[in-house]
C-alpha cells in the first residue's frame, strides 16, 4: 500500500479538488471546537455538582451554559457528521433497489437536506439578530442570548454547503 492511500484506492483529502479539501477541513475543525466546548462545559456542570455537594450551593446558571454549550456543540459537529455520513439511516427497504436507484435517492436526499439546512441557516440568522435587537438575556447570569446563534449559524450554512457537496459528488460521504 502506498502511503496516503488505503486498500480501497482512496488517496485521502490530499488527492481530493481545494474545495472539497476545504470544506473537510472545516468540518474536521468545527467539530473538533464543538467537542471541546463541550468538555468545558461538561468540567462545569462537574464544577456545579462538587460545589453543591461541598459548599452546599452549585454554580449560578450551570445549567444556562450546559444548555448553551450543548446546543453550540451539537450544531458544530452536525456538518462533520453528514460528511463522514454518519447521521441514522434507515434504509430497510434502499438495499432491494439497484445502484443507480441508491445513488438517485442518495442525491435526493442530499438536495432536501440541502433545501431544509439552508431554510433553517436563515431563519436561526434572523432568530440571532432578533435576539440582538431585542437584547435577549439569559435569566441567572444576564449573558446575551445572540451570541449563541453565530456559531450555530455558522454551523448550519455548513451543513448546507455539505449537502451541496454531497449531491455533487452523487450522494457519497467524503472517507
Known amino acids: 500500500m502506498s502511503e496516503g492511500g488505503s486498500r480501497t484506492g482512496d488517496t485521502g483529502a490530499a488527492a481530493r479538488p481545494g474545495l472539497e479539501r476545504a470544506l473537510e477541513r472545516a ?5 473538533v ?16 455538582i462538587l460545589s453543591r455537594s461541598v459548599f452546599g450551593s452549585p454554580l449560578v446558571g450551570d445549567f444556562e451554559l450546559t444548555e448553551r454549550g450543548t446546543a453550540i456543540a451539537v450544531f458544530a459537529m452536525l456538518p462533520y457528521c453528514h460528511l463522514r455520513g454518519g447521521n441514522v439511516v434507515v434504509d430497510m427497504f434502499v438495499g432491494m433497489f439497484a445502484p443507480a436507484v441508491r445513488r438517485f435517492l442518495a442525491v435526493l436526499c442530499d438536495v432536501l437536506f440541502a433545501i431544509v439546512a439552508g431554510l433553517m441557516t436563515w431563519r436561526l440568522a434572523l432568530g440571532g439578530i432578533n435576539q440582538y435587537q431585542f437584547n435577549d438575556m439569559s435569566m441567572m447570569l444576564q449573558i446575551p442570548t445572540w451570541w449563541m446563534f453565530v456559531p450555530i449559524v455558522v454551523s448550519m450554512a455548513l451543513l448546507t454547503l455539505v449537502c451541496v457537496a454531497r449531491a455533487a459528488r452523487g450522494g457519497r460521504e467524503f472517507r
Do not use: D, H, K, P
Open 27 to 31: 468540518c474536521t475543525w468545527l467539530a
Open 33 to 48: 471546537a464543538g467537542g471541546m466546548v463541550m468538555l468545558a462545559f461538561t468540567a462545569a456542570s462537574v464544577a456545579s
